[in-house]
């Protein structure tokens, strides 16, 4: 579940975003079918029945429907707005919520099934 | 206080002992490695992996450990606390029970790491002089009781993983970095800090080596049969900086700095290191990174896992553990319902 937040957040929608420079709106995923951002929106509820079917876990449930509403927000099916300033924005924000849906499921489902992340990383030796 | 002499005596008597009783570490669910974990309840505990990644054994720890040190021939094993700690178990991994207790004497405390020497009859820690913060290698007899045998300075402050190289030469990281339990794990002297890389033979520094950084905290080692020592580095700069995350080095050399641009990708940290068991690799282990860079002396290649950090040699290659549960072996994977601790200790079976 973690790992298709951060495909999602990375190469659905990081691919396309590119840098601000040099937005890459040909690595939208099935751009030409005008479906990218429907993509995105499809694992991202795809993603959220998983989280409820884990544990309960509240915070990323509300995460995941902030980002979900966020995507059912934005008109640009093949996410050309990447490209464009004042469209790419919301498209660059949609990736944040994404990404703190991932790190609030991280915390969260890893607390409750008792591994937490970063046992190792967090405090050192 | 006692004499350099004096201590060897002391230790020449302790050689002298009577040869062990020896029932081996095969009998026992047959582990290949120790770890240890946080287990789901919050408990810790010292297990025993097979060589597939299985669990062969566990035993409650008090606290949460850190790293291990395995008796070369009897199935025991001495589980170290989490620095600053003032304990350590010596498990009989036969029967899950704690054979000894060893304290830490009045004024130091553990690091986390030990080793044995002269053929496991001697068991060498490291420890903090809490007063001077100066670094200790303590050594406890475990032919008799793992009594206190002594103890001679590491040749720094914060030592942290010491390993034995052939003909019971000790290799020791001293880290560099003073802590005093009154203050937790702060480090009280990073303008100041001056890791090395010493060695030890019966108790005297024979060689001492720094690198030319001196903000690289040097944490971890891993020796090679052949000498070679690796040392995991941990920078006190600022994480992204590319400042070297390893080095080698072998007695009466000088200490090569590798993987520089790993850095950033570590976060300026390694967690771990160990040679592949065909010594041909060399594995350092990123758990702020959540990878692993697997070198051969040209190129690397990456492992990610979150919160990787455990890795020893198994086979001719690595085995790995991480926070998240997963032991990674030559064979394949498995993942228990633990957060493995930072360090995978191999029994060189």
Known sequence: MLSGLEATADQRLGGPLGTFDRPRPARAELHRADLSLPMVRAALVSLRDQAAALVDAPRTDAALARAIEQAGAIDDPALAGVADPASRIRIEALRTSVRDAHDTAAEEIGATLGVPAGFNSADGD | ?349
């Open chain 2, 1 to 349: 206080m006692r004499s350099r002499r004096a201590f060897l005596a002391a230790t020449g008597a302790a050689f002298g002992a009577a040869a062990l009783p020896a029932p081996g570490w095969a009998a026992f669910g047959d582990p290949a490695f120790l770890a240890a974990a946080r287990e789901p309840t919050g408990a810790f505990a010292l297990f025993g992996l097979t060589a597939g990644g299985a669990i062969a054994f566990r035993v409650p720890l008090p606290k949460r450990g850190h790293a291990a040190a395995a008796h070369p021939l009897r199935a025991e094993a001495v589980a170290f606390a989490r620095r600053p700690g003032t304990f350590a178990l010596v498990i009989d991994c036969a029967g899950g029970r704690i054979l000894h207790r060893l304290e830490a004497p009045s004024g130091r405390h553990f690091y986390g790491h030990g080793a044995y020497l002269d053929g496991g009859r001697v068991l060498a820690t490291t420890e903090n002089a809490i007063d001077t913060g100066d670094g200790r290698i303590g050594f406890w007899d475990a032919t008799a009781d793992y009594r206190r045998m002594g103890e001679v300075p590491s040749g720094g402050i914060g030592p942290h993983e010491v390993v034995a190289l052939a003909d019971d030469v000790l290799a020791v990281a001293n880290g560099g970095l003073r802590t005093h339990p009154a203050t937790g794990r702060e480090k009280l002297n990073l303008d100041t800090m001056r890791p090395n890389l010493a060695y030890l033979r019966d108790g005297a520094i024979v060689e001492r080596i720094e690198l030319p950084d001196p903000k690289l905290s040097i944490r971890h080692i891993a020796a090679r049969a052949d000498g070679m020592v690796a040392m995991g580095l941990q920078s006190e700069r600022y994480p992204v900086d590319s400042v070297p995350m390893f080095a080698l080095h072998r007695l009466g050399q000088v200490p090569t700095v590798h993987g520089a641009d790993l850095a950033p990708l570590f976060q300026g940290c390694v967690g771990s290191v160990a040679w592949s068991g065909d010594g041909q690799r060399l594995a350092v282990t990123a758990p702020r990174g959540g990878r692993a860079a697997i070198w051969n002396g040209t190129d690397t290649e990456i492992l990610y896992r979150p919160d990787l950090c455990g890795v020893a040699p198994a086979g001719a290659g690595h085995a790995f553990t991480d926070g998240t549960g997963g032991v990674l072996t030559e064979t394949g994977g498995m993942k228990h319902a633990v957060a493995w601790d930072n360090h995978l200790v191999g029994l060189g079976r």
